[in-house]
């Protein structure tokens, strides 16, 4: 069972519709509502849901929508983590969102999220998380004197996953493939701006959390 963290809703139809086409089964999916609930638009938990299927095509999902104060608060992804762990009824964990580690760290979410993310860990619960698409330097609310990760991707209890871009061959099979970047392939909305899969040392979780989970 795959359990998908999101704030934006998705449409069934869509789901099912992307299923038949590929001669999928048509996999089980259970909505849990934390706090306000799923309310955005994004398409991000439409393309989660597909590729997770598309990976694994016998697996249930179960999506966690949150949201609170009218959006992606850093309060409702803890409480999300927090059901994903008193639940107990997944396997695998994905999370496709990501924000400037300091400013978990500044409005103190930083620690209440790597305990539910620990907690995960000692459950056996795996937790992949997007690395984000602005390198080393993700955006701040205040923005620091220095290259800022995403969290949770930087997390010492997570795989961060970062984008490639997929080269193939004529006959449609893998050829090669690279850490995905590109020096003006983004926009801020008024101009292009450079972009890449997010990379970098944590600033707020020590090397050696990192390094002690490795070794156990």
């Known amino acids: 069972t795959i359990g998908i963290l999101g704030c934006d809703q998705f449409l069934t139809s869509d789901i099912v519709n992307f299923e038949t086409m590929f001669g999928m089964p ?124 995403s969290y949770p991707a930087s997390s010492a209890f997570v795989t961060a996953v970062g984008g490639t871009s997929l080269s193939t061959n004529p006959n449609s099979t893998y050829a090669s493939e690279t850490a995905w970047g590109s020096s003006n392939g983004c926009s801020d909305g008024t101009k292009p701006i450079p972009c890449g899969s997010g990379e970098g040392p944590s600033q707020d979780i020590r090397s050696e959390e990192h390094t002690s989970e490795l070794q156990s």
Do not use: H, K
């Open 26 to 149: 048509d996999a089980p999916i259970t909505r849990i509502t934390i706090d306000d609930g799923a309310n955005g638009t994004d398409p991000e938990p439409t393309i989660d849901l597909e590729w997770s299927l598309a990976i694994a095509p016998n697996a249930s999902i179960v999506y966690y929508g949150f949201s609170s104060m009218g959006g992606c608060s850093f309060s409702s992804m803890e409480d999300a983590m927090s059901r994903v762990v008193s639940d107990n009824q997944v396997g695998v964990v994905s999370i496709s969102l990501g924000s400037c580690e300091s400013d978990f760290q500044g409005f103190g979410f930083l620690q209440g999220l790597e305990n539910e993310f620990q907690a995960a860990a000692a459950l056996g619960q795996s937790v992949f998380v997007s690395s984000g698409d602005n390198g080393a330097y993700t955006p701040c609310s205040i923005p620091p004197n220095s290259p800022v990760v």
